[in-house]
């Protein structure tokens, strides 16, 4: 499971929640716009290190997708982490995409799959230190989610505020919570942790050599019923 929570994964479920039929995950943003061109209607989101892609319909933010109407189209969604993780997890027989906003509906999915072994990747942890110099804490949000998940899988039921206030105090969190960062808006960090918000899963296909994202309803389970 690849986990992305500031933002590609929320955005993306939003996105579904819109009416998207399916969403294609690349790696670059040559890839993203060659690939609209050979996909009559289909429109291009994300971001190049947080930021907006000249050339691109939507950027990597779930408060601009949210009220759109998207039934029945096609997206393209290339980002720096979430979209990097799902490409790079090549030797992986089922991949699921999740975030806070359908937490539970990814647990319950996975019940269902009765998976023997589940791995859950943290697209934002980023060592500290090192020639790039990331700072501390980097990915601790999408930590605190893989651990929310991990509980539900286990059968608990836990207090989902604690959770929370990890995202909001792990780097990234702070980041967009700081008016001094206005490409970073504080909106998408209360639509990013709107726990639960989702009764369905996404789960990634490979398909004629692409990744296809779809999703998929939740059933009875593991984590919080709906």
Known sequence: MVIDVLRAFTTAAFAFAAGAQEIFLVSSVEKALAMREQIPGSLVMGEVKGLPVPGFDFSNSPAEIDGRDLSGRRLIQRTSYGTQGVVLSERADIILTSSFVCASATANNLHRLASQQVTLVNTGYRPPGGEEGWP??????????????????KGEMPEVEPFIRRVRASHSGRI???????????VDLDYCTQVDRFD?????????????????????GWGRKF
Do not use: K, W
């Open 136 to 153: 501390v804490g980097l990915g601790t949000e999408d930590e605190a989610c893989a651990d929310y998940i991990e509980a539900l899988i």
């Open 176 to 186: 967009f919570a700081d008016p001094q960062h206005p490409e970073h808006s504080a």
């Open 200 to 220: 369905f899963a996404m789960r990634v296909y490979r398909q004629d050599g692409f990744l296809v994202m779809r999703a998929e309803n939740s059933v009875a």
